[in-house]
């Protein structure tokens, strides 16, 4: 009994984590579009808390410095949940390397990828609203390259 319990503690620790990269089951329910907009809406959020933290550093009042400390908090979040999707979903789940003629479209996919993901870094590491209008720009490159024109209008129709 006692190992039942330990294992069911076990599941609910571990599960929230297995959730958050989908389910690598593979259960074959995807939504590409929806992972999209989250990280265009991830550097937003990021966008807006970089703001914020410039705003609220020239003050020196107890409740400036703690909405500060948490924008700082949001930007970091925001900034790893953008490369855990990325990781998680796209780079692990969904772009399968290739070979032969398709083997340059799988190097840009994987490389924009991972500039996003660097970028996402930055962000974390600085206050330059740069990174993240960088960011946003490689990320509608990389949706030029991996989504057709359904796709792309699905894109559109999330954004409205």
Same mark, same amino acid.
């Given at each position: 009994?006692? #190992?039942? %319990?330990?294992? !069911? *503690?076990?599941?609910?620790?571990?599960?929230?984590? =297995?959730?958050?990269? #989908?389910?690598?089951?593979?259960?074959? $329910?995807? +939504?590409?579009?929806?992972?999209? &907009?989250? $990280?265009?809406?991830?550097?937003?959020? &990021?966008?807006?808390?970089?703001?914020?933290?410039k705003?609220?550093?020239?003050? @020196?009042?107890?409740?400036?410095?703690?909405?500060?400390?948490?924008?700082?908090? !949001?930007?970091?979040?925001?900034?790893?949940?953008? /490369?855990?999707r990325?990781?998680?979903?796209?780079? &692990? /789940?969904?772009?399968?390397?290739?070979?032969?003629k @398709?083997? +340059?479209?799988?190097? !840009? /996919? %994987? %490389?924009?990828?991972?500039?996003?993901?660097?970028?996402?870094?930055?962000?974390?590491?600085? *206050? +330059? %609203?740069?990174n993240?209008?960088?960011?946003?720009?490689?990320?509608? =490159?990389?949706?030029?390259?991996?989504?057709d024109? #359904?796709?792309?209008?699905?894109?559109?129709?999330? @954004?409205?």
């Amino acid at each position: 009994m006692k #190992h039942l %319990t330990n294992m !069911t *503690v076990l599941i609910f620790l571990v599960l929230p984590i =297995k959730l958050f990269s #989908h389910c690598q089951v593979p259960c074959g $329910i995807y +939504d590409d579009a929806a992972r999209i &907009i989250q $990280i265009k809406e991830d550097f937003e959020t &990021i966008k807006k808390a970089m703001f914020n933290i410039k705003d609220l550093s020239k003050k @020196e009042n107890a409740l400036s410095l703690n909405q500060l400390s948490r924008w700082v908090s !949001t930007k970091e979040s925001h900034a790893t949940d953008i /490369q855990n999707r990325i990781n998680h979903y796209f780079l &692990i /789940q969904r772009i399968k390397p290739k070979k032969g003629k @398709e083997y +340059d479209l799988y190097a !840009t /996919q %994987t %490389t924009l990828l991972h500039q996003v993901m660097i970028l996402a870094m930055k962000c974390k590491q600085t *206050v +330059d %609203t740069k990174n993240v209008t960088e960011a946003l720009s490689l990320l509608d =490159k990389f949706v030029d390259s991996y989504f057709d024109e #359904h796709g792309k209008d699905h894109i559109k129709q999330l @954004e409205h």
